[in-house]
């Protein structure tokens, strides 16, 4: 058995009809943060630095909701939110809020392995990554024009959405999957495992577009959007609050755990579980095992396997 | 159906010296708590309102660590975070980094029904809170004399308190089920003694310090990271459903065997009726009642 890495930058209503111009760069995001996460494990790195390198690459993408090109809140800022755990130890940090740390995800592992705590938030983060000496700037750097038009047509149309929502047109027709006002999110992760078995998970997110100040999501819950232990490391992508209430991240662990099934199958079963159209996830398993399942319309992923296999899709086959 | 079930926490943890009468005081209050969901219960109100007023009862009270009475941050200052979530649908609402709202509890039942998510902290929840128009006071109000002298003891042994050297009070917590089988579980605190500022614990995460569906509801009380490290409120509901366990026999291995070396405890009801309570902590203040008559408070 060898290493295994899985990534993903968000599970959508992706329309199928997706323009070139914004379909092109986030494959091509995909793969530049797929090679990274391979690269390291070709030089040893333990999964939680793979997992959090591959994170950090995809939070300085603007292509997605991470980092720079997190959408924005109500007010037209960022409050930005991650959360990584080590599957073997079940030592986890968490943080949210924050508006001027480049990378979260990274202050997240600090959170984990330089306090006494496992979850720091809104100024309290902030004044912690300072005190690290972690990269802070201006919050401007993380807002890009995609989000500010994403914004202003959410707010025209009192919602709070996805950020792959389509141009308002199509949303009528599409009017009643979004008439309860909340929306599937975008978000960024990735699982990692070495030959070890040795598991990895690491998630990080701008939320929802339009959200309140002070919202926080799915991501940096343990055992929601984020959980790792011995059997797996599992990220989730989607609709903060079904994820929640399904406790996503958990479950797929304890359905391997308590029935028995394979990580394909538990993945599978769990994203099942939850309603249509709202949840994405990757895994990866203590054996190698890799799975991709998502019942929303795509989910930007990709994977790759030390026998040299690869795979980077947005729609496709839901079974992986 | 089994009728109704009612329990409540104040905290895993508690040191075997306290004095006799802070013991007897954490009861009474336990009990009187319990008399609330009681009448509560037998006027038909459901499960969601119950676990709700019983928690406002207990963080109005100083004597626990939620509300007034929470413990106090590294500055002195209170955060006070919160949960609460109705099992039927699985809704839910959560609360942290609270500073001036007099019943956080209420916060999150708010961030439940009235906003489009599902968790707000630090000022964006007192923003809300604001607009929701809910009880404000200065953070003083919060803050009692016996968590002052217990910071600055914990500030002179230089830790983040879960030791019996400086016993501090516990986590507040509710589970009902009410006659037509439908669960809820509430979780309410002001944190750790020393915290970091931001600090969020257990208590406001579902799944892990709080959570309720079809079959349960929980709420847990302890070290924070082991309970979030072992999911462990949503860890009982799991193994009733994916191991079959009956509620005692999922208290019982959840507490068994999740834990590892962490220190907590936790309370729970399931559709059927029943009532249950499992700690490896040594002692945690709780009660609980049944619809059949049946009244228990105790610490050990």
Redo the contacts between chains.
């Keep these: 058995m060898g290493w295994a890495i899985a990534l993903h930058g968000g599970a959508g209503d992706i329309p199928l009809s997706l323009p070139p111009e914004r379909r092109l760069p986030r494959e091509a995001a995909l793969r530049h943060c797929l090679g990274i996460g391979i690269a390291a494990f070709k030089a040893h790195k333990h999964p939680l630095d793979v997992a959090e390198l591959v994170v950090r690459e995809l939070e300085n993408h603007p292509n997605f909701n991470a980092g720079r090109g997190s959408v924005l809140t109500n007010s037209g800022t960022v ?1 930005m939110e991650a959360c990584i755990m080590d599957g073997k130890t ?3 940090g ?1 943080v ?2 924050l508006t001027t740390v480049v990378n979260a995800i990274s202050l997240a592992r600090l959170v984990m392995e330089k ?11 902030e ?2 990554a300072r005190e690290q000496g972690l990269e802070t700037v201006d919050s401007s750097y993380f807002i890009t024009p995609e989000n500010i038009e994403r914004l202003k047509q959410a707010q025209e149309a009192h919602r ?1 959405q996805i950020d792959y929502t389509q141009p308002v047109q199509k949303e009528v027709k599409n009017g009643a999957a979004n008439a ?3 929306s599937q999110i975008g978000t960024v992760g990735c699982v990692a495992v070495d030959s070890e078995g040795n598991l990895a998970t690491a998630t990080s997110t701008g939320g ?1 577009v339009n ?7 799915d991501t940096p ?4 959007g984020t ?1 790792a232990n011995h059997l797996c490391a599992v990220s989730a992508t989607g609709r ?2 079904a994820i ?4 996503v991240a ?2 797929v662990a ?2 391997m755990e ?2 028995g099934l394979s990580l394909k199958e538990a993945a599978a079963y769990v994203v099942d579980q939850v309603p249509r159209g709202t949840t994405g996830l990757v895994a990866v398993s203590s054996t190698g095992e890799v799975a991709m399942p998502f019942n929303t319309t795509g989910m930007f992923r990709a994977c790759a396997t030390e026998d040299g296999y690869s795979e980077i899709a947005i729609w496709d086959s839901p079974s992986k | 159906m089994g009728g109704w079930a009612i329990a409540v926490h104040g905290g895993a943890g508690v040191d075997p010296n306290l004095p006799k009468e802070r013991q007897e005081e954490g009861m009474r209050l336990l009990g009187r708590c319990l008399d609330v969901g009681i009448s509560a219960l037998r006027s038909n109100i459901p499960a969601i309102d119950v676990v709700e007023l019983v928690v406002r009862e207990l963080e109005t009270d100083p004597l626990f660590n939620s509300g007034r009475g929470s413990v106090l941050t590294e500055n002195g200052t209170v955060e006070m975070e919160a949960s609460i979530m109705d099992g039927p ?4 609402g ?1 609360v ?2 609270l500073t001036t709202v007099k019943n956080p509890i209420s916060l999150a039942r708010l961030v439940m029904d009235k ?14 809170a604001e607009k929701q128009g809910v009880a404000l006071v200065d953070n003083e109000y919060f803050i009692t004399e016996n968590n002052v002298a217990m910071l600055k003891l914990a500030k002179e042994v230089n830790s ?1 308190v879960f030791d019996y050297r400086i016993p501090a009070p516990g986590t507040v917590g509710c589970v009902v089920v009410d006659k037509e089988g439908r669960c809820a579980a509430a979780t309410s605190t002001g944190g ?1 003694m020393n ?7 257990d208590s406001p ?4 310090g709080t ?1 309720a569906c079809e079959l349960c509801g929980v709420s847990c009380t302890g070290e ?2 082991a309970i ?4 462990l409120a ?2 009982v509901a ?2 009733m459903e ?2 079959g366990l009956n509620l005692h026999e999922a208290v019982d291995f959840v507490i068994r065997n999740r834990l590892d070396e962490g220190k907590a405890g936790l309370i729970a009801v399931s559709k059927k009726g029943e009532v249950v309570s499992g700690f490896n902590t040594t002692g945690m203040f709780r009660g609980c009642a049944t619809e059949d008559g049946f009244m228990e408070v105790g610490i050990w």
């Design positions: 409050e079940k030592k986890c968490a949210s809020g306090t006494p705590h496992i979850y720091l938030a809104f100024e309290g983060a004044a912690f709070v309860d006002g909340d929802l959200k309140m100040l002070g919202r926080i999501g819950i343990i055992g929601a959980y903060g609050e929640i209430r399904g406790t958990r479950d304890a359905v308590f029935k | 649908k699985r809704r839910c959560a942290s980094g906003s489009p998510h599902s968790y707000l902290a630090f000022s964006g929840a007192e923003e809300f983040i750790l915290k970091m500022r931001g600090r969020i614990g995460l579902f799944g892990c959570y924070g990271e979030n490290r072992s999911t949503r860890e799991a193994v994916y191991k």
